[in-house]
């Protein structure tokens, strides 16, 4: 579904142009209704409030609890062929430092086996290694993601857990769908569409930065979105749906956000100015890119 557009000059998509490329190598609901109404009381019986509270809550209540175990994917689909970017980690919400395993797919024609590239996503940062492209295989790579077109929501192939959370302070239209299951979890649904500069105005000092970046970058203001909230107003998980603009096709960007494992222990260091890589970067097709 195509609901956004991102222009992106140069090599600023770092890990999702990995995927992207591969691709081109080969070729809502609103408020007001009495159905929602009842809706709405149902939510209440879970978090309080209407659904818009519930979602702007989100991030919140994730501070609250602490850390989280995390699975991550993220679809790009360009010309008719999907690929999946995968990631698997854990994060702390208090100090909004993560780590994330990526796992690029193969190439198009399933020959080249990608290495897992490691991330570190921090207030205003991220951090990659195993990136490629020139990069030695003992450093960093370190991107400012204020700097970013797309504030960081797709670059890495991960939306930073905090980003995604923060992002739903900018709902304004917001459905309760109904309850479901997670993994053996009561959840409830909520769809709506959250715009990228009320997010941005909403979200903490640490996550503004990135959000007002992505609420400039992007042609349109509003993200659709569809989350799952438990009981005690956790987010167990989120979906976003991004589209951006290249010189070719269009490309349709699905980012899928679980969260589990609440309260575990989260041991995150970032590394020191000695490991971080400050040369040039070979970016694809695009020609050597500085970080």
């Known amino acids: 579904m195509v609901v956004q557009q991102h222009r992106c000059g140069g090599g600023a998509l770092a890990v999702v142009a990995l995927a992207v490329a591969s691709v081109m190598t080969v070729g809502s609901g609103c408020s007001g209704t009495g159905g929602e109404a009842a809706g709405e009381r149902v939510a209440r019986a879970g978090p309080a409030g209407s659904p818009v509270t519930v979602v702007h809550g989100a991030a919140e209540a994730l501070a609250g609890a602490g850390s989280a175990e995390t699975h991550t994917s993220m679809e790009t689909a360009a010309g008719g062929t999907r690929v999946t970017i ?44 195993n990136r490629g492209a020139g990069v030695p295989d003992d450093k960093w790579v370190r991107i400012d993601t204020t700097t970013l077109e797309d504030g960081n929501l797709v670059t890495g192939g991960v939306t930073d857990p905090t980003t995604a959370a923060e992002l739903l302070r900018g709902a304004g239209e917001v459905t309760y ?25 909403e979200a903490s000092p ?7 970046a992505a609420a400039k970058g992007f ?11 438990d009981d005690e107003g956790l987010l167990r998980k989120v979906r976003h749906h991004f589209t951006f603009a290249t010189e070719g096709p269009g490309v349709s960007v699905v980012s899928t956000l679980l969260l589990y494992g609440f309260g575990a222990p989260v041991s995150v260091e970032l590394p020191p100015e000695a490991d971080i890589y400050t040369g040039r970067i070979q970016q694809g097709g695009s020609g050597p890119e500085t970080p």
């Not at 479901?180 to 009320?198: I, K, N, Q, W």
């Not at 640490?206 to 007002?212: D, K, P, V, Y």
């Open 86 to 129: 995968r990631g698997q980690g854990e994060y702390d919400f208090r100090r909004q430092l993560g780590r994330i395993k990526v796992v690029l797919p193969k190439d198009a024609a399933g020959a080249d086996e990608h290495r897992p590239i490691t991330e570190l996503l921090a207030p205003g940062a991220l951090y990659m290694k």
């Open 177 to 201: 769908v109904g309850r479901t299951e997670l993994a053996g979890v009561a959840v409830r649904h909520y769809r709506g569409t959250a715009d990228l500069g009320r997010a941005a105005r």
């Open 206 to 212: 640490a996550s503004r930065g990135a959000l007002a």
């Open 219 to 229: 042609s349109t203001d509003t993200v659709p979105f569809d989350a799952y909230l």
